[in-house]
Each structure stands twice: as C-alpha cells, then as structure tokens.
C-alpha cells in the first residue's frame, strides 16, 4: 500500500497565465507488520492539467466529437490519459510530464516531487452554468507493474483575466530592483510580476467612478432617479446604488433590485433557435417605499461566483434587475378615526390599483486577487489516494 497526497503550494484558485506549483508525496506507511520484505514498487508517475468541458443536450448543439473515448481502463494499459471516465470533452491540456520510473519505497519512506505547470493563458475560465461547465484539473497518474493506472485528481479554479496576454514584460531586468544574495527562478519571477501586474489592472479598472444617473418613469410619468457611481467591479466587491423618489410624479410602493448573470448559447450551438437565455440571481434587495424620499442597496458579488467571459459557445454577462411597483392613485390620503380630542389612528387605504415595470442596467465584473478567492473555494488544497 502505498500514499500519494498532492498539496497545492498556494490555494487553489489561480489566474490563467501563472504557475501552479504542487508538491506530490509518496509514502509506504509503517505499521506493526512491516518487515525489511515489505517494500513497494511504483512502475511510474505522470501529471497533468486539463480542462474538461461539458454541456446540456437539452441547451446546446455540439458537433460530432472525433475524439476516441477511454472510458475502460484495461488491465496491462499504461498510456496515461487524465480526463479517462469523465464526462464531457477535454478542449485543453498541458504536456504531461514525468515525475519517476521505477520508485522503490521502504517501510515508513516517503518521497516527494515538485510539479510546476504554467496555466494557459488562451483558455476558458472556470464556471458551472446551466448550459455548459468548464472544470480544471490536475491528474496524476501512478501505477503498479501488471495493474491498472490509479489516478489522483486534483481540482482548481481557474481565473481569466483579458490583457495580461497582450502585455509583454520588459526585456532588460538590471531596470527591476532585484536581491543579489537571493537565488529566484525566472519562472517563479516572471509568475510573480503577473500576478502584480494583474491586481494593478483590476485596481485601476475598478478604481474609476464617476456619476451615473438614470432617470425611472413609465407610461404614467416619472417615478425617481437612480444613482450609481461605476458599472465594473471585481468579484468580492459590493455593488451600491441609490435612489431619489423626492422628485417623481407617481408614488412608488415597493422595488426590487437583483444581482444576476445571463448565460447565453452563440447561436451556431443553440439547441432550438431563440431558446431562452438563462438567468441566476447572486444577491437581492427588496424595500417598501412608500412615502420614502431616498433608499439604498448594497449588494455583495460573491467571491465564488464567475466573472463575465466569451467564448464560442456561451456568453456571461452580469446586469442588475429593477422591478417597481407604482400607483396610479394618490396614496397620500390616510383615514382618521375618532375626534379630534381622542387618539388619532392613522390607516392606509384597502386597496390601491398598482402598475409593475422592470429594467436592467447592464455591468461589467471581472476576477479578483486568487489567493483572496481561495479563502472561500470549496475546493482544498490537500488531495490524496492510496494505491
């Protein structure tokens, strides 16, 4: 028996482009009945990153896959294929790389190796929608001579920033101040700088306000204005707006404000032709208002959830969705019970005729910091398989 546990170097949450680091350990436990005959042999090790892609047959129209399926694992096999009895098709991998060949363990040894891998920078981002599902995983592969390969997997989460690939870093590096009594890899540099270079972007993108007023009417005449003072965040941000109620001309009763992502199919891939979009609500804010000149909402963007991508098959984009209950009616009248002497009870009206109306106010959202998103992943850092 032997352990293999991976232990991911810094969460498991990355931006496309940087280097995840892994480190693997082989272990032969030592137990009461372990003797000087009771080594292990391990034929080889390999790993991987993919990422597998999956979609609804009910919501989008691929095309014939050409690719052969390895759903079996034969007993004498030893070609290493990571994706190997999952779902769905593997649209991007990482050359696969050898970690031993013919690892001797003794009782109570154990042996580590060291995997770095730079994510594609060209690939979709992590995401679990209702029509299709991107999911990123580091494999590794082991075996036993004349048994079947076990594979380790290890999940992660992988951001996508646009920009970062276009940027080209600067060739002459006695410009950056550097540590002469400190050794550093270029690679480890060059995933450093990155991942600077993308909290800087996201800073400067997300950091610009300015006032956006919107006014809120319907057929009837003018309910409000609404007031945001930017339209891009970053996930884990909270979306804030206000409005004024003081200068509309028909009371407003209720509104609702919600925070949702609308998935949608290219049409090239949509099953039926004008299928619906698909819509999911992240956060909501609901509020009486009659008789309120000013009101407000905060509403959080989980950290967990995708931020707006394209690719050639789907589309997510991220909108706020107003919903107003109006009157047509004056709803200032109050009925008063009683003399003027006694208490006075103030009541609303019974019945009142409404008008609804909606609207969407389109935003933008894009990723954060990994490691500030790993804190929230559900995946773990720490995966293991016995052998």
């Known amino acids: ?65 050409d690719g052969s399926k390895h759903d079996v694992q ?22 696969p790389k050898i970690l031993f060949c013919d690892l001797r363990l003794d009782p109570g040894e154990s042996k580590s190796y060291s995997y770095c891998e730079t994510l594609p920078i060209d690939g979709p981002p992590s995401f679990r929608g209702q029509s299709v599902k991107y999911v990123y995983k580091l494999t590794i592969g082991c075996q036993r001579v004349n048994s079947p390969i076990k594979l380790l997997r290890v999940p992660v989460r992988v951001l996508v920033l646009h920009g970062l690939k276009d940027y080209q870093f600067p060739q002459d590096e006695a410009v ?55 339209t891009v965040y970053k996930i884990g941000e909270d979306v804030i707006g206000t409005f004024n109620f003081s200068e509309g001309d028909i009371p407003c009763l209720q509104f609702s404000v919600s925070l949702q992502t609308e998935e949608s199919i290219q049409e090239e891939f949509q099953h039926r032709r004008g299928q619906p979009l698909s819509f999911s609500t992240h956060a ?44 047509g009616e004056s709803a200032g009248a109050c009925l008063v019970h009683g003399s003027q002497s006694e208490a006075v009870t103030w009541t609303g009206v019974e019945q009142m005729e ?28 720490t995966n293991s398989i016995t052998i």
């Open 1 to 65: 028996m032997i352990e293999v546990v991976a232990k991911l170097g810094r969460g498991p949450v990355f931006l496309a482009g940087e280097v995840l680091e892994c480190m693997i350990t082989f272990t032969n436990p030592l137990s009461a009945s372990s003797t000087s005959a009771s080594s292990e042999m391990l034929a080889w090790a390999s790993a991987q990153i993919h990422c597998q892609f999956h979609a609804s047959e009910n919501r989008v129209a691929l095309p014939p896959s």
């Open 74 to 95: 034969a007993e004498n096999e030893t070609v290493f294929v990571p994706n190997r009895g999952e779902r769905g098709q593997c649209i991007l991998s990482t050359p």
């Open 176 to 230: 950056a101040p550097s540590n002469p009594f400190l050794e550093e890899e270029e690679g480890l540099k060059k995933d450093s700088r990155l991942a600077d270079l993308a909290t800087e972007l996201l800073m400067v993108a997300t950091s610009r306000r300015s006032l956006h007023l919107y006014n809120i009417s319907n057929t009837r005449g003018k309910v409000g204005t609404f007031c945001i003072f930017k």
């Open 284 to 327: 909501r804010h609901q509020e009486a208002c009659l008789h309120t000149a000013q009101s407000s909402f905060s509403l959080p963007i989980p950290l967990s959830s995708t931020p707006g991508f394209t690719t050639n098959i789907v589309s997510l984009k991220w909108r706020l969705h107003f919903e107003f209950v109006t009157s």
């Open 354 to 381: 409404v008008d609804t109306f909606s609207w969407d106010l389109p935003i933008k959202v894009l990723p954060t910091n990994p490691i500030l998103a790993s804190y929230v992943s559900q995946f773990s850092s």
